[in-house]
């Protein structure tokens, strides 16, 4: 099963909004066959591995990251091949909950297939979190927090100077993160200040993520490279209702698209409803410090920098309101990567773990 995971990364950046899916045919101990879903859209992880196995799947096992479809989708229902390849036993990491291809293992059970859910089901749900979430929760996409920190926990100096808090490997890394998520955002000062392009390098993922700035007095420019680039890559400006109807219309003559919700919560709605399941922010400060405070942080990406810039600094986590020892959330860890000299701690708010 861990290799099952391992081989579901390799859809990284090109399957979103489906699943990462990894598969494994088994005969004994010996690994027959293994196969992933590399394409939104193309076979299924456990077509690809019962294609690799051909006449070896008769009898064997298949070991596969999440519960088969039972569904016509884009492609036939998996639950048919596994029959079809004689499949005598099927071991599958965590249940799925979408309401069209669920029951998988029921279908498989009525078949005379042997079924099993785990090992590695919290592992499993971690890395189909934005998947799993949106499965459970319709009114906004998943949000991850990416922050780079120095040691005691500051985004920038007492002078605002943040580049480069991080080393080159950490900063490559994100920008291979960028490419397994649908929209990618920033606040309006961010944007300015640091003049990002927000694209995703050293892999293409299938779509470019949607670039996003929380920018409620639609302050954007056309100094600003996003604003230059948005008829190349989609830009999306969350903008107030009380932004001036100037600044807005010299946006969308630029081609980018403008919002105006009058909360965050409200821009988390419309945007999840515009499509956008999973969402990676950026910073700044000011933008993470307030989801934070919001509970509307499911996943934070820490890189944790040897560098003390001590009092005066700006802190990463200010404005988190105090909780009691006992009754303080306390997050999941689901990583933790050396970068160079960084590391990087990724921890879930919680697990979103389908009834099983
Ligand atoms: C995937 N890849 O390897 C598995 C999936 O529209 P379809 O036919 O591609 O079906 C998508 C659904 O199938 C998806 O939401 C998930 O519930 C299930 N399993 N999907 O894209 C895979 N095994
Ligand atoms: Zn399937």
Redesign the pocket.
Known sequence: MRHALELAWRGWGR?SP??L?G?VVLRGDETVAEG??AE??G????LAALHAAGEKARGATLV?S?E??A?????PP?TDAIRAAGVRRVVAAVR?P?A???GGVEVLKRAGIETQIGPLTEEAAALNAP?LFTRQQTDRPFVALKLATSIDGRIADAGGRSQWISGPEARDHVHWLRAGFDAIAVGGTTALMDNPQLTARGLTPRKPPVRIVFDRRAMLNLGVSLVQTAREVPTWVMASPEAPISNVSVLEGNGVRVFRPETLAQAFAQLRLAGIQSLLCEGGGALGAKLLAEGLVDRLYWVQSPVWLGEGAVAAFAGIPASPLADAPRWVVVERRPLGSDTLLVLDRRLCLPES
């Open positions: 399957v489906n699943p899916v598969a992933w879903h939104f859209g076979p299924h992880a456990e596969v999440l088969p479809c569904h016509h989708g884009k492609t998996c799925d979408d069209e291809a669920r998947f």
